[in-house]
DNA sequence: AGTAAAAGGTTAATCGATTAATTAAAAATT
DNA sequence: AATTTTTAATTAATCGATTAACCTTTTACT
């Protein structure tokens, strides 16, 4: 079966007139008199009787730009950058703009293969959650003018656009909280990692207990992201198994509150009356437990629009101000 | 800060030589008697100086190609379509080829925008996971010759390149077993629609429970994708308050499990005291609640795998024979 | 020495869309 | 009637990469 693309050239010649009155027509330049009434109508009407669709490589090519964003996360399959992805796609549909995601798996290898591998792909613009110790790649980024924007995590230290939210002050507050509640004992697990977001709740937790006169530097548990599973038990076991028996436990991201809870069931320990837990960010399972789980809960849906709009603003005007924005995530008891 | 574009046309201005030469150095074409070695040895270390990042857009458009595959699900942010996102990217960088992916939330119409969407933007070729009452759709893509593969649903009439599960097998194994552990009164609850996936499972449950001889129409319930969570109380309450109680539910899509359990606890009914649940397709969820809950796993990874070789051996190949590939689901108890 | 073959390039057309610059005819104005 | 303005188009260059078809110069062979 032989179906020839239609271009702008074929409804030309159908018509019998040029390309580029094809073209006005249908991207509505053809105001004070550039192309008749009629005219524009037979245009019309042929590009649809055709199926007429662009080519936007061709329109890429010619423009120079894309029509389309990156958008570089650590995984897709977690559900919190699920989420982030299709709010950024919904957004930037609304935009005219098309959302390539790719995955760094958290490795600084695979981030640069990606923004090399966008950018030949002619993105406007990035929105990125950086990988650890990707800083200078940002800076490099910068220094070309590229457009982007951080979201979710930062470097304090760059001046670039960023969209985040009050992780130490959300944590303060809620450890805070949970001391108030009578908890004597709260123990802290993160990825051992350095990064900026997580550094951050980290010491939101550590200035709330040592307010409390309650800091002890062995309840900082740190868990490596590639064993999360055999290092979270051992961390559980060091955290109830020892004289200094903790009492409560505050999680630092989704996947850490998934495995720690799952370590803390198959130790049979009782949540909610062996032990209370605090989990960064929302996640299917925490409104099924027959217990309540505490949860800080991110404004995704705004960090994602905030993100888009940042973007876009630098995309269209290279010398906007750089901004950073900060949203509150809010604690669900 | 100005910067320059490098394009093929700068790398060889500033050696001397022609565009041509450039272009057939750096794609390896300059092979018996093309290039110099000398000559091809400049080319390439001016590239890697420069940073040349081949312009994608151009080459697809003179090669009518964009080495780029459209994917579209339902929804990016269900763990299911994340999963399987994640690994049809890996698979597809691989093979050098981008993903865009596109949300269709379940929407016929959306289904149609996305398409046309991804067209305009030269996909060689589309992934799709049907939205209820595409197969029209479905059908005027292939008369226009346009490599597709459908995955995870399917349309049994349609002549389509397809990877799919055994649905019905899994299902009626499943409740079988289920019923062979005594329970005498299961119930299934499922989308209220129309898909070939959905309506094998519901299949292989009605024949399992026939062929037990405990088939009770109205131990099949329906619930809507858009109200989940009332029409699923609704759906608890019909199964359990009636004189006929259930005493097990299979529930249909990963979905639908996270909703009915919710429903459960919500209404305090002891899942596996007073009530025995399966669920079709793991969460995250599933290993983390105090009861054991079986439930089907699909083979996610495979299927991305499949998926993607069949859409590229239409892509490459036009008349490939057209395969529909099933792989096995299976239940872990 | 004369011719053929190999080596090492270059030229120019092309993909499809955009748009500044131009042209030509018709209508309006003086 | 002559000039200006308006209307309604067209021409041609351009974006960056690819590649078939050429063109020189050098080397090999009889």
Redesign the interface.
């Known amino acids: 079966?032989k179906?020839e693309k239609v271009s702008l050239k074929i409804i030309a010649k159908e018509l019998g007139v040029s390309a580029a009155t094809v073209s006005l027509v249908l991207n509505g330049k053809n105001k004070n008199g550039r192309v008749s009434e009629e005219m524009s109508k037979r245009i019309i009407d042929k590009a649809a009787e055709l199926n007429y669709?662009?080519?936007?490589?061709?329109k890429?090519?010619k423009m120079g730009h894309?029509k389309?964003i990156g958008l570089i996360v650590a995984?897709?399959?977690?559900?919190f950058?699920?989420?982030l992805?299709?709010h950024i796609?919904?957004y930037a549909?609304k935009e005219g703009y098309?959302?390539?995601?790719?995955?760094t798996n958290e490795k600084l290898e695979e981030m640069e293969k990606i923004i090399?591998?966008l950018?030949?792909?002619?993105v406007d613009g990035l929105i990125i959650t950086p990988a650890e110790g990707s800083e200078e790649l940002i800076e490099s980024l910068l220094?070309?003018?590229k457009p982007l924007v951080l979201v979710d995590r930062g470097f304090p230290k760059l001046n670039v656009p960023s969209v985040l939210i009050n992780n130490y002050e959300i944590c303060y507050r809620s450890v805070k909280q949970l001391i108030g509640q009578g908890y004597k004992n709260p123990a802290f697990i993160t990825y051992r990692q350095d990064q900026y977001h997580t550094n951050e709740r980290k010491r939101g937790f550590i200035e709330a207990v040592k307010d409390a006169d309650l800091y002890k530097p062995d309840n900082v548990q740190e868990v490596s992201y590639q064993m999360l599973e055999k290092d979270m038990d051992e961390a559980i076991i060091r955290l109830l198994h020892s004289k200094n028996r903790v009492d409560a436990i505050f999680f630092a991201t989704n996947t850490i509150s998934?495995a720690g809870?799952?370590s803390l069931?198959k130790h049979e320990i009782l949540i909610q009356k062996d032990i209370q837990v605090m989990c960064f960010d929302e996640?299917?399972?925490i409104?099924?437990?027959?217990f309540r789980v505490p949860f800080i809960k991110q404004p995704i849906e705004e960090m994602a629009k905030r993100s888009l709009e940042l973007l876009i603003e630098r995309i269209e005007n290279k010398n906007a101000k750089i901004r950073k924005q900060f949203l509150e995530a809010e604690l669900i008891a």
Chains 1, 2 share one sequence.
């Open positions: 079966m179906v669709i662009p080519n936007s490589l061709a890429g090519l894309s389309s995984d897709i399959s977690n559900v950058f699920g989420t992805a299709l796609q919904n549909e098309t959302v390539i995601i790719g995955n090399a591998f950018n030949s792909r002619q220094k070309v003018n998934m809870i799952k069931l996640t299917d399972a409104n099924l437990f027959p």
